[in-house]
């Protein structure tokens, strides 16, 4: 069994950072794909970065540039650096992990970003 928790979430101002953390516990590997989605409100699930098994980091445009998702294997965390946030990064975070063919997802964590 794996189990995600995020932490970091909260209220900032436009322009402003926070930094999101998820950790990771169970069975996990360090060769496994992790990654953090966000859901807006009355939106679907999107992808915001990942760090896949193989291949290059992953951003989606519109975070590109403000955004820098990194892992620390030692310690089982997966974490996502947002600075210049602007209103539109409103959403409930989520940190998923895929273990062995298997997704596994955090509860979520609310981000708002308002003056």
């Known amino acids: 069994q794996v189990q995600l928790v995020e932490s970091g979430g909260g209220l900032v101002q436009p322009g402003g950072s926070l930094r999101l953390s998820c950790a990771a516990s169970?069975?996990?590997?360090?060769?496994?794909?992790v990654g953090w989605y966000r859901q807006p409100p009355g939106k679907r699930r999107e992808l915001v970065a990942v760090?896949?098994?193989?291949?290059?980091?992953n951003y989606r445009a519109s975070v590109k540039d403000r955004f820098t998702i990194s892992r620390n294997d030692d310690k089982n965390t997966v974490d996502l650096q947002m600075n210049s946030l602007k209103s539109e990064d409103t959403a409930v975070y989520y940190c998923?992990?895929?273990?062995?063919?298997?997704?596994?997802w955090g509860q979520g964590t609310q981000v708002t970003v308002s003056s």
């Open positions: 760090i896949p098994f193989r291949g290059n980091t």
């Open positions: 998923y992990r895929i273990v062995r063919g298997l997704e596994y």
């Open positions: 169970g069975s996990i590997a360090n060769q496994d794909t």
